[in-house]
């Protein structure tokens, strides 16, 4: 784009010039892929409502658990290890912070706790023998208090380190088998969740109009009851409650609203599903399950005392998440106009498969179908795309009278002849046999005959005119020595033959479309129809006329102009049909 310079630069518009290529196959494809795009951007479209401004949803969550479950006396070994009773909602129920509920499964008590010196429950650290065994003041992070130094006797012949904690001190038991709250299996949770679209100015909640309170959630048979039975949600996770129960687990309880909100198909419920979130490799678990510790105090005799309480159970974490959409024309437009890039892929596929004509094992594959399938993509391949090659002070073009092809060299010479340099061969433009009409008439001038005398009798003139000694690299014999400086000299040794044999300035053709006085003192004046020729100024410019329409002929395109070297035998026989007085020639000079 050309950089503004006024206001006539700006108020422009400019648009891309396209190749139409009428071909049934890439035709057919075109559409096919054109029917797929519009189809998947359609499904896409409905499916998913893209064309909805969507708003993520914003809730609270508030719930209640219900049930009872009785729990009986345990003796080991004679030793009372729970007091059974009835555990109701206020027993088995904590309060968590956010969107989370738990419920007490299993338990384990000890009782009677006072603040005192005792033996701490023994174990690897803290059995001794004698009390050097212990440490005054030392406190372990899994101890139960602070050790005083001491080495007493906990049961029998065992001893361990005394401590001063609340005595006696918490032992260090497995959880109970089965859960002593096995029954909270059936116990069952409402789940109130209100939901606002701040955006929409829409909210809403779980708990439909009518709700029948004795129901409760099943996946088919009722999706949308809020009351969940415990061992329901583990049975949909495959899991059992039972198992869980013992040493406690994480459950998560997934709420998600998929809001539709326009008038025409208003559509906003929730859809429940759960989800096992703690480890369920338990015995691989460093600290498996879900537990913590509270403490109940009061007093006896004055005296302060609590009950320890190590509690396992389930928590619930209930997330919410989903979004609420409605209709926006903005967002339809900005769909569809993402979604007409798609339509882009039928033209990349289709210009992959008309590339593919210049890969290797294209062209050198074997079998009819690949002629068939190579030969119609170069075609297009040419009418397509055009090669630019980037333009280097070591760029050159050389063509030769007796190769069909233009040779192109890139590379410093080093005091080489042109003549002898190695290039990659590119394929000579077509004719456009168009451009003959556009010639000046001294163009179709009937050649003369070979019964001409005047004509034969020049041409006699022009072969006698050979040098006597030509150059080493010349293949024609008319080419003469460089009179230019030695790192300028390669530039100019090159012959219009690559083999030995006649040179091209010996064709009628050179003396017509390239010296012939007439035709390009008409071109000149073609274009300057008032230009005045003096003979000094004259020469300049149609010497230069003169090696332009050389390289027109010759190399068949003008782009190729600024780095097409002469052939000396040409570029001397045009010095001497129109010659410059007095000054050496200058010679090729890259205009980069």
């Known amino acids: 784009m050309p950089a503004c310079c006024s206001w006539n630069d700006v108020c422009q518009y400019e648009t891309n010039k396209v190749t139409r290529i009428q071909s049934m196959n890439y035709g057919t494809l075109k559409w096919f892929l054109h029917v797929i795009v519009f189809f998947y951007v359609s499904f896409a479209l409905v499916t998913d409502k893209l064309y909805q401004r969507k708003e993520p949803v914003i809730s609270s969550v508030h719930t209640k658990v219900k049930g009872v479950a009785e729990v009986k006396e345990i003796v080991e070994n004679g030793v009372r290890k729970v007091v059974g009773g009835i555990f109701d909602t206020a027993d088995y129920t904590f309060p968590l912070q956010g969107n989370s509920f738990f419920v007490m499964t299993n338990f384990l008590k000890t009782e009677g706790q006072v603040q005192g010196l005792c033996p701490e429950y023994p174990t690897r650290r803290t059995l001794c023998s004698s009390d050097r065994n212990c440490r005054k003041g030392w406190m372990d992070p899994q101890s139960r208090g602070i050790q005083t130094g001491r080495c007493v006797v906990y049961r029998g012949s065992q001893k361990t380190c005394e401590v001063s904690a609340w005595c006696p001190t918490e032992a260090v038991e497995e959880a109970p088998r089965p859960a002593l709250l096995a029954s909270a299996e059936n116990f069952t949770v409402l789940i109130k969740n209100n939901i606002d679209f701040p955006g929409h100015k829409y909210n809403t909640r779980n708990i439909l109009p009518g709700l029948n309170i004795s129901c409760t959630f099943h996946k088919t048979q009722d999706p949308q009851c809020p009351i969940f039975r415990l061992g329901d949600i583990f049975r949909q996770t495959g899991d059992n409650f039972s198992d869980v129960a013992v040493q406690g687990g994480i ?342």
């Not at 498969?353 to 094992?361: A, K, P, R």
């Not at 002629?371 to 055009?386: G, H, L, Q, W």
């Not at 010497?543 to 068949?556: D, K, M, S, T």
């Open 251 to 592: 459950m998560g309880i997934e709420i998600y609203w998929d809001c539709n909100l326009d008038r025409w198909f208003h559509h906003c419920r929730p859809r429940y599903s759960f989800r096992r979130l703690d480890d369920k490799n338990v015995n691989e678990s460093l600290y498996p399950g879900y537990n913590f510790r509270y403490a109940k105090y009061y007093k006896e005799n004055n005296v302060e005392k609590r009950t320890l309480i190590k509690v396992f159970g389930i928590r619930f974490d209930i997330l919410v998440f989903g979004t609420g959409g409605k209709f926006a024309l903005i967002q339809l437009i900005v769909y569809i106009g993402s979604s007409l890039s798609y339509f882009g892929l039928a033209t990349v596929f289709i210009d992959f498969l008309i590339n593919t004509y210049s890969s290797d094992c294209c062209r050198s594959c074997i079998y009819p179908c690949c002629s068939t399938y190579c030969k119609p993509n170069e075609y297009y391949y040419r009418k397509k795309y055009e090669s630019v090659v980037e333009p280097k002070r070591t760029l050159k073009y050389v063509s030769f009278v007796d190769e069909p092809h233009i040779l192109m060299v890139d590379m410093q010479l080093k005091g080489k002849s042109l003549q002898d340099a190695k290039g990659q061969e590119i394929p000579r433009p077509p004719l456009d046999f168009t451009d003959l009409s556009r010639l000046p008439v001294s163009f179709l001038d009937p050649f003369p005959s070979p019964g001409d005398a005047e004509e034969l009798q020049l041409l006699h003139k022009e072969a006698a005119a050979r040098p006597k000694e030509s150059p080493g690299w010349c293949q024609c014999g008319r080419c003469l020595p460089s009179r230019l400086s030695e790192s300028r000299r390669c530039l100019e040794e090159l012959c219009c033959r690559r083999k030995p044999g006649a040179c091209i300035t010996t064709s009628l053709l050179f003396d017509k479309v390239v010296l012939s006085k007439p035709t390009l003192q008409f071109l000149l004046r073609y274009q300057e129809p008032l230009l005045a020729l003096d003979e000094e100024a004259t020469n300049s410019r149609l010497r230069r006329y003169a090696y332009r329409y050389y390289i027109a002929w010759r190399f068949g395109s003008q782009d190729l102009a600024d780095f097409a070297i002469l052939p000396s035998c040409c570029r001397w026989r045009i010095r001497k049909a129109f010659p410059k007085s007095g000054a050496q020639y200058g010679g090729f000079r890259s205009p980069y």
